[in-house]
Each structure stands twice: as C-alpha cells, then as structure tokens.
C-alpha cells in the first residue's frame, strides 16, 4: 500500500474508534444514572473493549508499515 492509502485507512479507523468510545462512554453514563444493571453494563463494557482493543491492534500494524 502507498502511504497515502495507509494514511486514509488510519484516519478511518481512529474515527470508529471513536465512535466506539463514545458509545462506551453513553453506556457507562447510562449505568452511573442506574437505567441499566450490572450484567448489562459489563456485557456492553466487553464488546466496546473487544472492538476498541481490535481497531488498535490494525491501527499499530498499518503505522509499521509506514
């Protein structure tokens, strides 16, 4: 990949991290206003992680490639 390519795909990606962070951050919320239980807000916790953690991991593989 030319770096240009690399360079939208990074931007690309930190965007839907973002995104998912702020979702996190919404379920987070709505679990401290006490709308959601415990098991809820830790399931939604491990999927926003999970994906956050996955989104990284390609962000760091494209910039050693650069």
């Given at each position: 990949?030319?770096?240009?390519?690399?360079?939208?795909e990074?931007?690309?990606?930190?965007?839907?991290?973002s995104?998912?962070?702020?979702?996190?951050?919404?379920?987070?919320k709505?679990?401290?206003?006490?709308?959601?239980?415990?098991?809820?807000?830790?399931?939604?916790?491990?999927?926003?992680?999970?994906?956050?953690?996955?989104?990284?991991?390609?962000?760091?593989?494209?910039?050693?490639?650069?």
């Amino acid at each position: 990949m030319n770096m240009e390519k690399i360079e939208n795909e990074i931007k690309k990606l930190n965007s839907i991290r973002s995104i998912f962070q702020r979702d996190l951050k919404e379920i987070e919320k709505r679990y401290k206003n006490r709308e959601i239980s415990d098991k809820t807000f830790d399931k939604h916790k491990r999927k926003y992680m999970s994906k956050i953690e996955k989104v990284k991991e390609k962000i760091r593989k494209l910039e050693e490639e650069i």
